[in-house]
């Protein structure tokens, strides 16, 4: 059977971008520079901002053992939000690092970059997805509300870190798990300290996968004098990563456990065999590791989108058991 002729490429489509994606198919093109902007062609981002998300709310609903139709609305308005935070974060990363994109190969077809979008209409677009995401936010409980104005703090500093330190993941994991805290917060009425356990568990999880997908521009981030865990563990990163797969499911347990420690065994039993599905997915990347192959980096990078489903399935399923 002869080989099927390669998908041509979408105009202005960005290089690390899943191949005939929605964005590139279906989007007007008037949109889809901005689209592209905020990482709807690809989704694994919005999906590593979500699921902290649904974490906290599931293990707050555990510790309570309430359902309540105000969840059903927490669990949506998540999603939305994640979908317009990812995408005014990257909108607001882009901006700040238009200047380095343009040197590096996997970067440089971003819309600033390759000047599909200026920086003032970036700027605008950023401020349009900020305010619907705020608009949303609103309806939480005022200790969330307040939580995720919080959250802007780290949001802002991030794209800089990597200038001035060799581990700007954790200004990532600072970032993209606030929602564990944020989620909690608006179902039980208070910030508690197993959401923050929990929280700690997803920084971990950030600093596994994305030193990860770091190792992609390893190369070219030396070159411009960019850092990163990637450029600082080398090659012992497998050791980095297997330690902070360790810490993340540790403190996960650690979290359930503190969360629901009067629960029916059976429940216990299914919210930790989530934990352990998590763990197990982890190590099957770290099993295909490998630095030197930018295609299988990518894939495991977005295979993280499945493991962190695994203790949002468990926790759902432990609510009722």
């Given at each position: 059977?002869?080989?099927q ?74 999603g ?40 003032g ?29 919080i959250?802007?703090?780290?949001v ?37 300290w ?95 590791f ?32």
């Open positions: 059977m002869p080989d002729p390669p998908m041509p490429e979408a105009e202005g489509q960005v290089s690390d971008a899943v191949r005939g994606n929605w964005v590139d198919r279906l989007a007007p093109a008037p949109a889809r520079p901005y689209f592209r902007l905020s990482r709807l062609d690809r989704p694994i981002g919005t999906w590593l901002l979500l699921l902290p998300c649904w974490w906290g709310l599931l293990l707050a609903m555990l510790s309570d053992g309430q359902a309540r139709w105000q969840d059903l609305w927490i669990f949506a308005g998540c939305i939000g994640a979908i317009l935070m990812r995408g005014a974060g990257c909108t607001w990363n882009d901006i700040t690092d238009r200047h380095i994109d343009g040197s590096v190969a996997r970067t440089a077809s971003r819309p600033i970059p390759s000047g599909q979008v200026s920086v209409q970036a700027l605008a677009w950023l401020a349009a997805q900020a305010l619907v995401a705020f608009a949303i936010l609103l309806s939480f409980h005022p200790m969330a509300i307040l939580l995720g104005v959250a802007l703090g780290p802002a500093i991030y794209p800089f870190a990597k200038r001035f330190t060799w581990w700007p993941q954790v200004f990532l994991g600072i970032a993209f798990n606030w929602g564990a805290l944020l989620a909690w917060t608006a179902h039980r009425g208070v910030l508690e197993p959401a923050v356990i929990l929280y700690l568990s997803g920084m971990a999880w950030t600093l596994f996968y994305d030193t990860i997908y770091a190792h992609q521009d390893a190369e070219d981030d030396a070159l411009i004098g960019v850092k990163s865990t990637a450029r600082l563990f080398g090659e012992a990163s497998p050791k980095w990563l297997a330690r902070f797969m360790k810490v993340s499911v540790a403190l996960m347990v650690l979290a359930i456990l503190a969360a629901i420690p009067r629960a029916e065994t059976l429940t216990l039993v299914v919210a930790i065999a989530g934990a352990l599905g998590f763990v197990g997915h982890m190590l099957w990347q770290l099993r295909l490998d630095p030197d192959d930018n295609d299988r980096l990518l894939k495991l990078f977005r295979s993280n989108r499945n493991a962190g489903l695994l203790p949002v399935l468990f926790f759902a399923v432990a609510l009722f058991a």
